[in-house]
């Protein structure tokens, strides 16, 4: 359910209510019983819970069978994936000499 704010028109006395989109909201202030209007809200922030909001849960079936394979192998693997899927070195020695200047 959002809260809402409301402010009186008559003594400025701004309170917040928090109530259903069909519920009928309040006419009358708290403190003087002056009319009220619905002031602007900032809205509510938004949190992400459970499944289905991280870029892996969508991977295909073939990706997340190969990475939970990779996870059996105790993390004996010297290469990982990045977020965009490609392969990045993980700190393995390259093979390859350093050019001499």
């Not at 309170?15 to 519920?23: Q, V």
């Not at 900032?42 to 394979?69: C, N, P, Q």
């Not at 192998?73 to 700190?91: A, F, H, M, N, V």
């Amino acid at each position: 359910m959002p809260t809402y704010e409301y402010e009186c028109n008559r003594c400025g006395h701004s309170f917040e209510k928090f109530h259903s989109i069909s519920a009928t909201p309040p006419k009358r202030c708290p403190k003087c019983r002056g009319k009220v209007r619905r002031r602007v809200g900032m809205g509510a922030g938004l949190l992400f819970k459970g499944s289905g909001f991280y870029i892996t849960d969508y991977r295909s079936e073939g990706y997340k069978k190969a990475a939970k394979s990779e996870q059996g192998d105790g993390g004996s693997s010297k290469t990982s994936k990045d977020s965009s899927g490609k392969p990045s070195d993980t700190g393995a020695k390259s093979s390859k000499p350093a050019a001499a200047k």
